[in-house]
């Protein structure tokens, strides 16, 4: 099996990338920007599992280099057995203080480069009649809380997005499922302030942060065929934040 | 096989049409070249010609004909 995964140099795509290698999938493993020490992990991680992973280099807010990222990936003529779509930005503001310029930036991230990779990854399936695609949101699309303007309502657009495109893209045998995780020890993660770090454990059961570990596994069930009748749905890994 | 050739095989086997009914066939001519035919039409296509369509060239494609204006002028499809 082969599989897309974004942002797989850091954080939440990184955990994605070994779990998913060391579950003997192939990988195109897409970063920003190219860099000696991820190739040499990579390197260090094929050779230990036994699979090939490729890099692929682009910025998710270049329209055409994301074109050319997946024409590189088509070049391979492999089939796209999946797509996560991992990789997203973070950030805090209020309604009022948040700038028309930054809902676009994060919007171009989190919500329309997502869905030009589901479009492009997708006519590949299509032809194949088959595939998965995994899109990371966020309990922070769920959860309406002050402070994530741009954020929590890029989140809550991939949810609606995701559950939309399991609809459409159900009749070419592709299934389209969702991961919220909840705070997870990442970058990102540690965005936020101690002081809002600890009101977000003060109303999780489970008072700590996520693992990306914990995430990737979600990731690698919804892609597996144990999820063979799942479509449209957004998996919950939080803690139990949001009940 | 030329370009011509390909392109028809394409919609042929995509569409589930003959060769005569090609000409003049327009979306949602025939019952299989509907919103779902078209996305498989298009990925075929795609394949057969090494290449990726911009979303509005998928929208604009609405004929047979219109098809191949685009592929000759847009992908460097000689036919
Ligand atoms: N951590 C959490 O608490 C949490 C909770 C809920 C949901 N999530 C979601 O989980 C996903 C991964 O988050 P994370 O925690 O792993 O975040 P992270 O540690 O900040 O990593 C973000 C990843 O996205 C990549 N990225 C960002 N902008 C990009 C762009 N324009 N082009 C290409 N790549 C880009 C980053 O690449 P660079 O290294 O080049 O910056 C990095 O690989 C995100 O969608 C996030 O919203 C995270």
């Known amino acids: 099996m082969n599989a897309v995964i ?3 140099n850091r954080g939440i795509g990184n955990a994605i990338m070994h779990t998913f290698a060391h579950n003997k999938y192939n990988i195109w493993a897409c970063a920003r920007t190219p860099s000696e020490s991820f190739e040499s992990e990579i390197n260090q991680l094929s050779k230990s599992c036994g699979v090939s992973i490729e890099p692929v280099y682009f910025d998710l ?10 024409k590189q990936i088509f070049s391979y003529k492999k ?4 797509l996560v779509n991992n990789a997203g930005m973070g950030h805090g503001g209020t309604l009022m203080m948040t700038p028309v310029s930054k809902l676009r930036e994060v919007y171009e991230i989190n919500v329309f480069a997502q869905i030009h990779m589901m479009q492009l990854i ?3 399936m299509t032809r194949q009649q088959s595939g998965s695609i995994i899109n990371i949101c966020s309990v922070g699309g769920m ?3 002050k402070g994530y303007i741009a954020y929590g309502s890029s989140k809550a657009a991939m949810i609606w997005l995701t559950k939309a495109a399991a609809k459409e893209l159900g009749e070419f045998g592709i299934r389209v499922n969702g991961i919220a995780p909840g705070l997870t020890d990442t970058e990102m993660g540690h965005y936020k302030s101690d002081e809002e770090i ?3 454990f003060d109303r999780t059961v489970i008072k700590r942060f996520g693992k990306p570990e914990e995430i990737a596994q979600g990731a690698l069930y919804l892609a597996s065929d144990a999820a063979a009748f ?3 749905q957004i998996l919950v890994i939080d803690g139990g934040r949001v009940i | 096989m030329n370009n011509i050739e390909k392109y028809n095989k394409v919609f042929m086997e995509s569409l589930g049409v003959t060769e005569e009914q090609l000409a003049g066939l327009e979306y949602t001519g025939v019952d299989s070249w509907d919103s779902v035919g078209h996305m498989n039409l298009i990925a075929c296509l795609e394949e057969a010609f090494d290449i990726m369509m911009e979303t509005d060239d998928i929208i604009d494609f609405s004929s047979y004909e219109k098809g191949k204006e685009i592929l000759a002028e847009k992908y460097d499809v000689a036919f």
Request: cysteine-free.
């Open chain 1, 230 to 232: 799942i479509t449209g």
């Open chain 1, 6 to 8: 974004t942002g797989s």
């Open chain 1, 79 to 82: 089939s796209v057995d999946v």
């Open chain 1, 143 to 145: 959860e309406v809380g």
């Open chain 1, 198 to 200: 600890q009101k977000v």
């Open chain 1, 61 to 70: 807010a270049d329209e055409n280099a994301v074109k050319a990222g997946v």
């Open chain 1, 122 to 124: 997708s006519r590949a």
